[in-house]
């Protein structure tokens, strides 16, 4: 079994770019925290033939829920703008309009696009972590990049561009 640093340097990144697609900017770090410090009690228990980046997705998954529940909860400030995320010292550079964009999307769209596009986790797995049929997982994505295009120029630009 390899260890445990190790898993998290080979799809910390990709935990993140999920954390950050379903959950926005604000709450990604706090989710992916959370997903590695469960992994780790859990990572002794793990068969060796286990899908670990799948493993990793369902523990996100899940705790994007708990962050979503969480904040529901909380009151919301009135008095005062809220603080904006800082967009620079990062690794990867955020696109506000992106989030958006992805922010605008139904859930399971959301949840789709980001697990099989930026996870790359195939829709049977799509399908164990969300609920639903494999043919449902495989719709919403395909759904949420049809809204995507619509919604976001820099996806539609993309396209245009590679189709060249």
């Given amino acids: 079994m390899r260890p445990f640093e190790q ?17 926005g900017p604000q709450d ?3 989710a992916w925290s959370e997903t590695f410090l469960s992994a780790l ?3 002794p228990d793990l068969p060796p033939e286990a899908n670990v980046e799948a493993w990793l997705v369902t523990i996100a998954h899940r705790k994007a829920i ?3 529940r969480a904040a529901a909860r909380r009151p919301t400030p009135v008095a005062e703008p809220p603080e904006r995320p ?3 010292g990062r690794p990867e550079d955020w696109d506000g309009d992106l989030w958006r964009a992805l922010k605008a999307l139904p859930t399971r769209q959301r949840q789709a696009v980001a697990y099989h596009y930026l996870a790359g986790l195939p829709y049977q797995e799509i399908a164990a972590i969300c609920g639903g049929s ?3 997982a495989r719709r919403a994505a395909a759904d949420g990049m049809k809204n995507l295009r619509s919604t976001y120029p820099a996806v539609a630009d993309d396209e245009e561009e590679a189709a060249r």
């Fill in 66 to 68: 708990d962050v979503t």
């Fill in 134 to 136: 494999v043919d449902a």
């Fill in 28 to 30: 990604a770090e706090d």
């Fill in 7 to 23: 898993i998290v340097t080979d799809y910390g990144p990709m935990v993140l770019r999920v954390c950050r697609a379903v959950l």
């Fill in 86 to 88: 800082a967009e620079r």
């Fill in 41 to 43: 009690k859990a990572y």
